[in-house]
């Protein structure tokens, strides 16, 4: 009975941080993130580019940009596209800094010189990560 009263009290214990480590986006920008835990995971939000049948597109370029027209994403190094059509929008590399925010991007992707997807997105950061508030998970490029 003793093991089992102690077993009781460390999940109690585990259950009251993970509700402080995960905070929810668009908490109030006054949110202390100090005492917040993260998990380890790196979150990256995408969108699946494909053409009018479905295939998927393989894009020259594509950037995701801010309001003030500043890049936060574009095709170079870990957050290349796959085979399938899917480009990065924005990952947890955009947290800092950013905390308990909603921003509006614009993922624009080009094909032979010309702009063939131009999406608008919200994302919500809290603490340690991005999430899609609004915006498509596939479009068909133009």
């Known amino acids: 009975m003793k093991h089992l009263l102690s077993?009781?009290?460390?999940?109690?214990?585990?259950?009251?941080?993970?509700?402080k480590a995960a905070p929810t986006?668009?908490?109030?920008?006054?949110?202390?993130?100090?005492?917040?835990m993260c998990t380890m995971e790196f979150r990256t939000i995408t969108v699946q580019v494909v053409d009018k049948n479905g295939a998927p597109?393989?894009?020259?370029?594509?950037?995701?940009?801010?309001?003030?027209?500043?890049?936060?994403?574009?095709?170079t190094g870990a957050m290349a596209p796959t085979d399938d059509g899917h480009y990065p929008v924005i990952s947890d590399a955009f947290v800092g800094g950013h905390k308990n925010t909603q921003?509006?991007?614009?993922?624009?992707?080009?094909?032979?010189g010309k702009t063939v997807v131009s999406e608008a997105y919200e994302i919500?950061?809290?603490?340690?990560?991005?999430?899609?508030?609004?915006?498509k998970e596939k479009v068909v490029a133009r």
């Open 57 to 75: 597109v393989r894009l020259d370029s594509y950037q995701t940009t801010l309001a003030n027209n500043s890049t936060v994403v574009g095709n």
């Open 103 to 112: 921003t509006k991007m614009i993922f624009t992707g080009t094909k032979d």
């Open 25 to 36: 986006a668009g908490v109030s920008p006054k949110a202390d993130c100090r005492n917040v």
């Open 7 to 19: 077993g009781l009290a460390l999940l109690l214990s585990i259950a009251s941080c993970t509700e």
């Open 124 to 135: 919500g950061v809290d603490c340690c990560h991005v999430s899609r508030i609004s915006g």
